[in-house]
């Protein structure tokens, strides 16, 4: 019976941590509402790397467990080790991000309350667009958007329904590859323009650790979007290919 409903349960479990991160930011958002002063929330850089090694020991765990029951009777055949793999796990690493990001709401918050000039920009200017032209801080534009955007979108990417379901879900997938890349662009560029800005309002006041810091992030955002774009010339030829040889 748990053969049958592999297939299913395998999406449902690549598609669980997406949801589970996007409540993450959903938690952080808030949490920064609540906290209007930068130095008064809880840091992000942080706030990623807590959930990633959750995530990570909670994979464990769910590893370990779903296996166990997976194969613990007699009839489990010999790919009974999957279910732990590609179900329990992740849906281990899901939950355990659910629960520590909703850890952060628990926090109290401020009496000061947010500004009333600052409702106007928020409600007439676009997320993107704020991220094109490089207003958000340099840390959510780089954490937030690129890297925590890049690993939904590969997450996405990689849902099983896209090998197993009809010949139309692969240009669909490449529809979607699309879409990722103009994220990418869109978020690198924000990056870049957050650490210019950030470079032009420190001044000669930036420390060495704040230049390395800028010079990484400009650096990882090349070689992912390099990486991308030949992997994004590889599907093109691939469709090509296949509309060709039809």
């Known amino acids: 019976m748990l053969g049958k409903h592999f297939l299913f349960l395998w999406s449902l479990a690549f598609l669980s941590p997406v949801v589970a991160i996007f409540f993450a930011v959903r938690c952080y958002a808030l ?39 997976a ?33 952060l709401l628990l926090l109290p918050a401020d009496d000061a309350p947010i500004a009333a000039d600052d409702a106007p920009s928020h409600a007439t200017t676009s997320w993107y667009r704020k991220l094109w032209q490089g207003q958000y801080s340099f840390a959510r534009s780089f954490w937030g958007f690129f890297i925590l955007g890049t690993f939904v979108g590969v997450i996405i990417g990689m849902n099983p329904v896209f090998l197993f379901l009809p010949v139309f879900l692969f240009f669909l997938g490449f529809g979607f590859q699309l879409c990722l890349f ?65």
């Open 71 to 103: 194969c613990s009777s007699p009839q489990s055949g010999n790919l009974c080790g999957l279910i732990g793999i590609f179900v329990t796990g992740p849906f281990s690493s899901a939950l355990a991000i659910f629960l520590v990001s909703g850890l």
């Open 31 to 69: 949490h920064s509402r609540r906290r209007p002063q930068s130095e008064r929330r809880f840091p992000l850089v942080w706030y990623v790397i807590v959930l990633f090694l959750c995530a990570i020991i909670a994979y464990s765990f769910g590893l370990y467990f779903g296996n166990s029951w």
């Open 182 to 246: 103009a994220y990418e662009i869109t978020a690198g560029v924000g990056v870049w323009r957050s650490a210019n800005a950030l470079i032009a309002a420190s001044g000669p006041s930036l420390k060495f650790n704040g230049s390395m810091k800028i010079i990484a992030a400009k650096t990882v955002v090349v070689l992912v979007i390099g990486f991308y774009s030949i992997r994004l010339l590889r599907i093109m030829f691939a469709v090509v290919n296949h509309v060709a040889g039809r």
